[in-house]
């Protein structure tokens, strides 16, 4: 009698376990077929000025001697530094690179014995700067040495000016804010508009942060963006 009673408890036991397994995986697919979520996206962007600039500045000298040739790189250099210190340039702000010299008369291919100058040689003063103001006005002032006979490379592609914005971690926390309080309002539009309640966040993600050029003719000015992802509950 024991052992059969013992039988029909433990027999109970499994269904009764085996039934209470069933009807929580029925309530969690009820439950997973009545979550409803919204998905949305929140764009925060600011314009703000560079604060980092990088000039090269690249001259060409031709001569037929070398000595004489070497000469006016040192001289024409000299001219380009004053100028900038003069402009309010610290000198550690200056670098200056070694000169590239090209024969004619070496050269394999080419014209170098009809060639008016058998050497040619250029030379770049780079120019890092926190002062952007300061040395754009430098830039549009720099022309004037072409009169004491300084001939620039103005090739927009080698000698690009380089403006950056390195402040970006002052900005992230205000950004992503304003970010995730727009992404909230258009939750809110699509729950009032499908007759739902937004309930509290899913998931959220912060997307990358992008700096640009505001434009291709103001490189000073750049264009911080981010753009948030966010996930709502909706109920009825």
Known sequence: MQSKAATILGFSLMLGLAALGFLVQQMAVKFKEYERVVNVKGLAEQEVAADTV???????VADNQLGSLFETLEQQSGLITAFLQQGGVEASAISRAAPNVIDKKAQQYGEGDRAEFRYIASQTLTVYSKDVTKIRGLISAIGQLGRQGIVFNQDPYQNRVEYSFTALNELKPQ?????????REVALKFAQDSQSQLGKIKTASQGQF????????TPHIKKVRVVTTVEYYLSD
């Open 210 to 217: 992008s700096i640009s050029d505001r434009d291709a003719n």
């Open 175 to 183: 950004m992503i804010e304003e970010a995730t309080k727009q992404a």
């Open 54 to 60: 990088i000039w090269p500045i690249q001259f060409t």
